[in-house]
């Protein structure tokens, strides 16, 4: 028998290879937002303290599908300037409106928390958006809102913002501790 | 038809239609083009002369028959300095090469001052910003009650000077318009400018030449070239506030456009409505075409971009909004009111 590679070096060299090509599918935009079917979490904040079990329930795979696409956080980036989100909660580091690059989350911290905050509003300002942004722009700007606090894997978000910035690059930013909702008033 | 010759013909077809109608480089119909075309003129009969002179002498060379005297020159070690007749070939040469280029300079020279003479005093003013992926046009006069603002259209008045000030909201485009000017890179946080000064009364058609995205082959612009009276026209047409909607459908579309999703982005004014992300909508059934220049401007239209424009222009800005079938008929009905 004999075999293509001389010697087992080469063999695992043209593996290595093989993967590394595997790497290259990259994530395909599904710029309609379907066929999921846009919905956006309604009524009160999907909580994560449960009675019994402290288990939250998992994603919805909307939430799932939205929450690490390099394509919904990079449109949620360019909304989040469009729609005045600077005017009060500047590039994140928060002014009128709360910061969204720390670890405190008022109304929960997860994507579809994020969402249902921004479709529904929330006291004190923050208008809400249901009719005014499609529900798939509400979970780019929630994926968008993520990568603010490092949440987000690196290969996803953007290496540069789209506005000036003294901060590192969200590539070099730690990522955050998600606080469960309600701590921030403690 | 031999198989060769066909595809002979399908290329000289496709070549002869890059050479007329609305999108045409060789057009010439503003002053600004026609000097490009004079000049390319010049630059392709000097270069081809050129070109066939030296191919042509390398011929010679390489097939001409060895002079006996020259057969052994290795052999013997005798170098003939020159043959006869080099040094007059040479002086032939250096001359043609002296003229070309001269020929080349005045030409360049000449037409550097045609279009700076062609620039100056320009009596209209006309701001157009690039987005992905449309044309954002603004009419700005000195009076500034006379402001124009419309998108995807460009309508010149024909034999007046007009200076395009050009500025980019997100990447790099280029603003083209083959038959009257271009190109001219537009740049975010720079401002640049081109300037028209239109001969030939048409319709043409502008077209992003930088790679912008997605979507840059569907970044058009329609230009109209017209008569001063045709343009004064068009012009006090615009500067009217939208049209109240008169039967119960279309204000059935006002009450959605205005207070849902389109108003975030799009304008119209003398309404509620007035996003200014995306084109103004105040007169868009004036307008040819829409989603710049990606689909004529009829109802079946109208309706297939309304109601899902990612199927339309793949990655373009508006998104998909699943309207419901009532609110888009009335969505319609009003974008159809709005001359």
Redesign the interface.
Known sequence: MSLPFRNSGSAAAAVALLALLGACDRESRNTRGQPLGETVPTGASPDTIYPGNSQPPPLTAQAAAYENNAYAISQGQQLFTQMNCVGCHSHGGGGMGPPLMDAKWRYGGRIDQIAASIAEGRPNGMPAWRSKLTSEQIWQLAAYVRSLSGQVPKDAVSARADTLSNTPPQTQQTPEPVLPAGSAQQ | MKPGRFTALVVAGMAVSGCGGIQNALGGQAVQSRDFVSLFAVFMVVCTVMYFVTVGTLMWAVFRRRRATEACTVETGRHEVSAPGSRTALVVWTTLIAVGLSALAVASFFTDRSLAAAARSPKLAITVTANQWWWDVQYTPDNPSHIIRTANELHLPVGVPAEITLKSNDVIHSFWIPNLAGKQDVIPGRVTDAQILPRQIGQYRGQCAEFCGTEHANMALDVTVESMADFKKWAAAQLQPAIAPTTPLAAAGFNYVT???CS??HNITGTPANGQ?GPDLTHLASRKTIAAGTLPLTRGNLYGWVA?P??QK??SQM????IAPQDLHAIVAYLETLK
């Not at chain 2, 998104?319 to 699943?322: K, N, W």
């Open positions: 207070t849902r999703q975030v982005c992300l899902d990612q199927s793949p990655g998104p998909t909004m699943q």
